[in-house]
């Protein structure tokens, strides 16, 4: 009798023991990408416009990851084209384009993309025609990207750094604004080690 309760106690210790790891690993995939960490490992679709194909690196494949995106630092910004947030941030995220562009030492570098959570492709395409955006955004109409990317808030901005051997890390991991376009751009270089003109 002292056995098979012995045998009980144990089995409900392994029980409990495995929901809490099981919970705790739920929570942390359902966390948004910490800053040092890699991305989730997601793929996404190529989009359609060939400029935005040439703009990415990405001409002639069907789907992607991120990392792959031929750059140094990739922006990510995770919108909704029904967030006030989101559209009053597009003309500072356009001018943060610009900035990139208008810089012969961080063009091509540094590179944009948007991922509208919840949004199909042709809400993203009257979100990008309204504001005018520049660069790359990314349908995720099941929220499939969304719930990788820890069901973030909107607007989210994530900012990864590409090395050489094709590894990469996050370097940036916040919710709400980018505040000053100029002063962002400055923050990314320096997390990324661009500002020195390194390639590291």
Do not use: W
Request: net charge positive; hydrophobic share 40%.
């Amino acid at each position: 009798m002292r056995k098979l309760s012995r045998h009980i106690y144990f089995s409900f210790t392994l029980i409990t023991l495995s929901f809490f790891l099981l919970s705790a690993s739920a929570i942390a995939a359902s966390a948004p990408p910490v800053e040092g960490a890699r991305l989730p490992d997601v793929h996404l679709k190529v989009p359609d416009n060939p400029d935005d194909q040439r703009y990415l690196g990405l001409t002639g494949k069907v789907s992607f990851q991120i990392p792959q995106v031929r750059a140094r630092v990739v922006i990510i910004e995770i919108f909704s084209m029904y967030c006030p947030y989101c559209q009053r941030e597009a003309p500072k995220i356009n001018e943060l384009y610009q900035d990139i562009e208008n810089n012969e030492a961080l063009r091509g570098k540094i590179k944009l993309i948007g991922i509208g959570a919840g949004n199909s492709a042709f809400e993203v395409a009257v979100f990008r025609d309204k504001y005018k955006v520049p660069f790359p955004l990314l349908p995720d109409e099941d929220f499939s990207l969304h719930k990788c990317f820890g069901e973030t808030r909107t607007p989210y901005f994530i900012a990864i750094r590409i090395h050489d051997d094709g590894s990469h890390k996050v370097i940036y991991s916040k919710l709400g604004g980018i505040g000053e376009a100029k002063q962002f751009l400055k923050q990314m270089s320096k997390l990324s080690g661009l500002e020195a003109g390194g390639s590291k």
